[in-house]
């Protein structure tokens, strides 16, 4: 396994890279279902949590994933109200180094927080989500989970849909399928998709039935509500009516197209109940299931490269 | 004290192009200039072969923390800075606590310069009262108290009416207004240049229209009222060929540039690196290459070192959270110089982009080499080579986004009306 002190981004991996995870990742996968959960590789190493934005699902993940490689675990949720000035950042840095914090998962609500903090400690940093940058364990999560009902992950035809502009799920995404090797299509209203985003196995459409055809995989994106209240789209219906995933639009899509979704969900904004909870095409509970399994990968793969 | 140049290299000012020879300084002045100078009794002789010599630098736009935001740069260390790039004179901003809004302040900053008995300070007074974009400043009494042109500094004049009366009412003053020439609406809570860049790194962006939109209403604003404008840090190649035109109409229409526009582009954020986050921000290489180009034929008419001092609290934060602001006393002539070493510009035309060309934008008796003029020199290798490094720069602000780049053009050193001031 190649080395890997941090992971700060999909950018900087490559295909053997990303392979190895999900390889790993697969195998801690197969484990949790047999009920075999506890490993002891991360005994006596300390993870620290570290969420300057609140998210239940991926602490909770992260948490899960370190518990059960043995790691001593520590959350650490900074209200966003009280930092104003990262200086905190730089601070909490200082603190955590003389911790001796061997992980710190970092979550933040601008882009290159974790890389600002990657050059002040000495604890691999793992990026759990910056600005609008990227998420790169959701990334691999969403690649794994792909590869386990398709069988592949290449040559697939991925429609990415709604607010890209300002997702980092879109952008780790998109640059971790077309390293692989696929399609992908990007869905959205001018507003919310920039044109610039657009690199080399990337088309662009602001129409989601023709967007949808002939796509494997509708992977549909969280729409903030400030971006409503920003202008950038007049109205949750209006935007529900062009980009809400509902039946009739999947229908456009192949008939075996399965849907995801990284969550939380706004029902009737950008998915249908009747989609979302269809298991038949719905991936989004095994999406959340990957999780756990692909964050002990990386996990352990940073542990390692940072003793 | 007598002062002897020998076996120097300046520039003579109607051949435009190197001479060697001699300069003598008498009682602070330009006493003589020519091939052969006798030495007067007891002249301090100073024999610097393959040096230039030239006027002292004069800096048109810098912004120095003095008053109120003295642990960025006060004026003495800013003087310090100044004094090691061969700077002696400073237009500074006036985005000061307080602001310079009052002829008071004026008085104020032009006697904290000469304090320093190393540069000349030349405030610039604020367009709108604090700052604040809403009503015009006293230009009249702010200009018999010293104040050289009218800007609200970093912030642009947003609003179109307002800008039509600054314009107006400062033409009967004869005085000029400067523009940070950026749509406000168009920028607001921007961190760099939009493009794939920016979109990648997941940075708001400013889009590289956002200038020449307000570039654009304000020349139109220029013509309608008569006024003289300047517009201040140019970087984008559509904001220069409506400058350009502006110019070719004949309306009274300047502006500058500084050294990051025409040195780096927005690769220089690299890995969100906070030293290399301006305002306006780093541009594409298509915009860098037509500012070198804008300097090359004449529409760029100065190059400042668009100094903003700040320390590392303002920049050791995330990248859109970090102040934007380069320091560029230190590196001005030699990030300039660079655009002469590689064919760019004849070192006659770069020189006077940092001398007679401000000095005459700012109406003063400086930036040439004449008989009877103040002796403010700056004595340059140009072959000799230093690194730019932060925390190792003269002056306090150490927020350099030249850091680690190899410059060739040391200072030897500079004088301040016949008294050396570094070297």
């Known amino acids: 396994m190649a080395s890997m002190k941090h992971l700060l981004g999909i950018e900087g991996l490559n295909p053997a890279s990303v392979t190895n995870l999900l390889d790993l990742a697969e195998s801690y996968a197969l484990l949790n279902r047999s009920g075999k959960t506890q490993r002891d590789s991360l005994r006596g190493r300390t993870l620290i949590n570290l969420f300057f934005e609140d998210s239940t699902r991926t602490r909770t993940s992260f948490e899960l994933a370190g518990r059960r490689l043995g790691a001593d675990v520590v959350n650490m949720s900074v209200a966003t109200s009280s930092v104003t000035k990262g200086e905190t950042l730089l601070d909490t840095a200082a603190t955590l180094n003389a911790m001796n914090c061997d992980l710190l998962v970092v979550r933040h609500k601008s882009s290159g927080a974790p890389a600002l903090l990657a050059q002040k400690v000495g604890a691999s940093v793992i990026n759990a989500g910056d600005g609008t940058h990227e998420h790169p364990t959701q990334a691999l999560l969403d690649a794994l989970t792909i590869r386990r009902n398709k069988g592949r992950i290449s040559g697939l035809t991925v429609a990415i849909c709604g607010d890209i502009a300002h997702s980092r799920v879109a952008r780790s995404n998109i640059l971790l399928l077309t390293m692989m090797g696929n399609f992908v299509r990007l869905i959205g209203p001018p507003t919310l998709l920039p044109g610039a985003i657009a690199v080399n196995g990337v088309e662009i459409f602001h129409n989601m039935e023709d967007g949808l055809k002939g796509a494997d995989i509708v992977m549909m994106l969280r729409l903030q509500k400030e971006r409503m209240t920003g202008g950038l789209v007049p109205s949750p219906r209006e935007f529900f009516t062009y980009y809400g995933l509902d039946r009739k639009k999947l229908a456009c899509a192949k008939p075996d197209a399965l849907v995801m979704h990284p969550g939380p969900m706004n029902r009737g904004v950008e998915i249908d109940s009747e989609v979302a909870d269809d298991a038949t095409r719905s991936l989004i509970k095994e999406q959340v299931e990957m999780g756990v399994a692909v964050r002990m990968a990386v996990l352990e793969t940073c542990a390692r490269s940072n003793q | ?423």
């Open chain 2, 1 to 423: 004290m007598n002062i002897l140049f020998r076996k120097i290299k300046y520039l003579d000012r109607s051949a435009q192009s190197l001479i060697e020879g001699e300069l003598l300084v008498q009682d602070g002045k330009i006493a003589d200039f020519g091939p052969s100078l006798g030495a007067p009794e007891g002249a301090e002789i100073i024999e610097a072969e393959g040096a230039i010599l030239c006027p002292g630098l004069v800096d048109m736009r810098a912004a120095i923390g003095e008053p109120g935001y003295e642990y960025r740069e006060s004026v003495s260390s800013a003087a310090k800075a100044a004094a090691a790039g061969g700077i002696t004179t400073i237009a500074v901003l006036p985005e000061t606590n307080p602001v310079i809004d009052d002829p008071a302040l004026v008085h104020f900053l032009r006697a904290r310069g000469e304090e320093t008995g190393s540069i000349t300070l030349l405030p610039y007074a604020a367009a709108t009262r604090g700052l604040a974009g809403k009503e015009l400043a006293e230009y009249g009494l702010l200009q018999q108290a010293g104040a050289v042109a009218f800007t609200d500094g970093s912030k642009p004049i947003a609003s179109s009416r307002l800008m039509r009366l600054a314009l107006s009412y400062a033409s009967g003053f004869g005085a000029c207004i400067v523009q940070h020439p950026e749509d406000a609406e168009l920028a607001r809570g921007g961190a760099a240049t939009a493009g794939p860049r920016a979109t990648w790194m997941g940075l708001p962006a400013i889009p590289a229209a956002a200038e020449a939109i307000c570039v654009a209403r304000d020349i139109r604003l220029a013509e309608l009222t008569g006024g003289a404008l300047h517009f201040a840090h140019i970087t984008t190649a559509e904001a220069l060929d409506l400058i350009r035109r502006a110019k070719e109409k004949g309306l009274k229409i300047t502006c500058d540039t500084a050294p990051p526009y025409f040195d780096l582009n927005e690769t220089a954020i690299g890995d969100y690196r906070t030293y290399a986050k301006l305002s306006p921000p780093l541009r594409v290489e298509a915009d860098r290459q037509a500012v070198v180009a804008g300097l090359k034929d004449g529409t760029i008419d100065a190059i400042a070192s668009d100094h903003q001092p700040r320390d590392a609290d303002d920049k050791r934060l995330t990248f859109a959270d970090a102040e934007p602001g380069g320091a560029g006393l230190a590196t001005l002539l030699g990030v300039t110089l660079a655009r002469v070493q590689n064919g760019d510009l004849p070192l006659a035309q770069a020189l006077a982009l940092l001398t007679a060309k401000p000095a005459a934008w700012l109406g003063i008796d400086a930036g040439v080499l004449a008989k009877g003029r103040a002796a403010d020199l700056c004595l340059f290798h140009p072959e000799k080579s230093w690194q730019v490094q932060a925390g190792s720069l003269p002056g306090k602000a150490q927020n350099t986004p030249f850091d680690g780049r190899a410059l060739e053009g040391v200072v030897l050193g500079t004088w301040k009306a016949g008294r050396r001031v570094y070297g």
